[in-house]
């Protein structure tokens, strides 16, 4: 069973630990961390949630994201998850941070507060031949261009992750 550190809503650890499950009753910070994979292209790699998710089975989300566990860096569990969920294995230095954001969901399921780390890196797509999904949280895998992401959002087929895509958006059309 992983254990979570519990965050104040400043991101300090407060020194105790929690399940993911007791976390997502109780409504206590903790830190969540999230990757965006894009290539030279600037298509971006995005998955597809297994459909029996709890929270947005179904839709596209970002290449990889998952809970920090405690006592794990936030770059570490980048790494972890990013292996985990598709099968890629990228250096720390392939790897920095996009942007922060802290996120609330309170409904009849979950009361759930992230503070939310997303990291950007660019890699060469063709060096890639396959992914190894993990089937319990991934459906598929695919590359996707910025005009076909904006369709995703049009259709509400893209979990949702506060301003983060415009912020992408511009971001690629400036690098």
Do not use: C
């Amino acid at each position: 069973m992983e254990l979570i550190d519990i965050l104040d809503e400043n991101g300090i650890k407060t020194g105790n630990t929690s399940t993911i499950k007791e976390l997502h009753k109780s409504g206590k910070w903790h830190k969540v961390v999230g990757i965006i994979i894009y290539d030279f292209n600037k298509k971006l790699l995005m998955q597809q949630r297994a459909l029996n998710e709890i929270s947005d089975p179904g839709k596209w989300d970002i290449s990889a994201a998952g809970h920090v566990n405690s006592g794990e860096t936030e770059i570490e569990a980048v790494k972890r998850e990013l292996s985990e969920e598709i099968g890629l294995n990228l250096k720390e230095n392939q790897i920095e941070l996009f942007m922060s954001y802290k996120k609330e969901v309170n409904n009849k399921t979950v009361n759930k507060k992230h503070l939310e780390d997303i990291y950007i890196a660019q890699i060469d797509a063709e060096s890639i031949n396959e992914f190894t999904i993990q089937n319990e949280e991934v459906e598929q895998v695919k590359w996707f261009s910025i005009n076909e992401l904006k369709e995703l959002i049009q259709n509400n087929k893209l979990k949702s992750r506060n301003n983060m895509y415009e912020k992408l958006f511009k971001y690629l059309e400036e690098n």
